[in-house]
């Protein structure tokens, strides 16, 4: 049968694709539906048709799967930011767990054995809710006219107003309406992206979840904050308030954060503690936004590094130095690379305030601090342990590595390689540089920094082939 668009089906879910979205078949012919769980059976509407698959929108759930849960957030199907609000719990763990295990196969080119041997369950979150210490609101105007504080609707620039997100700290509703109450009373107006024109883009929010700190950041398209006493007035009113800034972006990108930073009231960043940690956050740098998990998260990578107190260790990608300094409490030396100098300075400071004197940092990409830094050194003819280190770590981005970054860690051929991952599928591509040039996958484990999402978090343990299993690259 042919299919077209708008058509209305009934489909049987029996699958998820790496989106959450469901999967089913009609006559073998597949269809990926949105907001669709899998075991339900829907009616859904065809919104694109390809040679051998389609897409279809649910449109009525007609059996329930045993998974469906009732949302909690009324505006999840708009938002998409929760693509598995309505599944519940066990299986959104599991979902993770089998997404990060199918990249490693397919991707990483791992035999089902293999992964079965070295693969650890995954670490669950009690509280799946307001877990996030960390939101940036979009603030626009709505169709009526009325400026507003929400989300931008899946896949587009509209903002719907909702400042009450579920996954979001309780104090953000708040802090939201003072900003709005603000600008009503002093005419600032709501940035507009189609003309460029109006001030306020959007407004990021910090919390200190140990510390109790709130950060609040108006990412402007302006030089100036009109009445900006005004506003730290309003927000100085709000429980733990510490540090309200704005941060200049006059380029007309889908970039949030601008690169200047204009303090206006109070500390220049917050403070949190993950373990016996204590980190300043300043608007700019890096901050795993989950810190009840970021503590499991550190925990099994200083675990995986086998840290006796000898060892040195480069931690690449390193942001505030979060990784370095958990692990410098247990090893002899660490070095830290991270691309974002605000980020090197708060990591400097956060060493200074937990007394830990044994972690360097540098300014830089990986993949040019670290190839620079090699051939330098080779050159010298040093053979130091900042040279072959015990231990590299590396936490980078969705994108993964630089092949330079992968090539030179070969090279420099550190007993163990840690590698902390937000995206199984470029971690699955590296692993397979990385064990082609002689390591070997010891073990993995998820964990679940993003309950409600299709994200997850993975730590993996490499170590080292010794002489006999040894294979030259270049
Ligand atoms: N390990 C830290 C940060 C991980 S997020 C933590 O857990 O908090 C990844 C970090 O990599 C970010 O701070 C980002 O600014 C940085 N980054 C992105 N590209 C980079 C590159 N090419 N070289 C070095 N750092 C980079």
Redesign the pocket.
Not at 315 to 320: K, P, Q, T, V
Not at 337 to 340: A, G, P, Q
């Given at each position: 049968m042919e299919y077209k668009k708008n058509d209305i089906i009934v489909i049987k879910i029996e699958d998820m694709g790496t989106d959450g979205e469901g999967i089913g078949k009609i006559g073998g012919f597949p269809f990926f539906v949105k907001d669709a769980v899998i075991g339900d059976t829907v009616e859904a509407k065809v919104t694109k048709v390809k040679k051998s698959y389609g897409y279809a929108r649910l449109e009525k759930v007609l059996t329930p799967s045993s998974f469906r849960v009732t949302p909690k957030c009324r505006f999840h199907r708009q938002c998409g930011g929760c693509q598995l609000q309505t599944l519940s719990y066990e299986k959104q763990l599991e979902f993770k767990q089998n997404k990060v295990r199918n990249h490693l196969m397919r991707i990483g080119g791992f035999s089902e054995a293999e992964i079965d041997r070295v693969t650890e369950p995954i670490f669950g979150m009690e509280e799946r809710f307001h877990y996030r210490n960390k939101a940036q609101f979009p603030i626009g105007t709505d169709k009526e006219g009325n400026t507003v504080a929400g989300f931008y609707a899946g896949r587009t620039h509209n903002i719907i107003a909702n400042t009450d997100c579920a996954l979001g700290a309780p104090e953000n509703k708040e802090i939201l309406e003072a900003v709005l109450s603000y600008m009503k009373e002093y005419h600032v107006k709501a940035y507009d992206e189609t003309t460029g024109e109006g001030l306020i883009r959007h407004v990021l929010i910090r919390k200190g979840f140990a510390s109790g700190e709130l950060m609040v950041c108006l990412v402007i398209n302006g030089q100036k904050l009109p009445a900006a006493d005004k506003l730290v007035s309003l927000l100085r009113k709000i429980e733990n308030m510490t540090s309200v800034s704005y941060s200049i972006n006059e380029k007309n990108t889908n970039v949030i954060m601008g690169e200047t930073i204009v303090p206006l009231w109070g500390g220049a960043s917050i403070r949190d503690t993950i373990g016996d940690v204590t980190f300043f956050i300043s608007p700019l740098?890096?901050?795993?936004v989950n810190p009840v998990q970021?503590k499991k998260?550190?925990g099994l990578a200083v675990e995986y590094a086998g840290l006796t107190g000898k060892e040195t260790v480069w931690?690449?990608?390193?942001?505030?130095g979060?990784?370095s300094l958990f692990m410098a409490r247990s090893a002899k030396q660490v070095y830290g690379?991270?691309?974002?100098p605000q980020?090197i300075e708060d990591a400097k400071a956060n060493a200074a305030l937990n007394h830990i004197d044994n972690a360097a940092f540098f300014v830089?990409?990986?993949?040019e601090?670290l190839p620079a830094f090699y051939e330098k050194k080779s050159r010298e003819g040093a053979e130091d342990a900042m040279l072959h280190p015990d231990v590299i770590v590396v936490?980078?981005?969705r994108k993964g590595c630089?092949e330079k970054?992968l090539a030179t860690m070969l090279k420099m051929r550190p007993e163990r390689i840690v590698y902390?991952s937000?995206d199984s599928a470029t971690l699955a591509r590296d692993l397979k540089i990385l064990c082609a040039g002689g390591y070997e996958l010891k073990r993995v484990r998820a964990v679940d920094q993003f309950p409600q999402t299709v994200h997850v978090e993975s730590v993996c343990l490499l170590s080292k082939l010794h002489s006999d299993h040894h294979i030259e690259v270049e």
């Open positions: 740098s890096f901050y795993q970021t998260l550190y931690d690449l990608y390193c942001g505030i979060t990784i690379v991270e691309i974002v980020a830089g990409k990986a993949e601090v936490d980078p981005p630089d970054c902390v937000c």
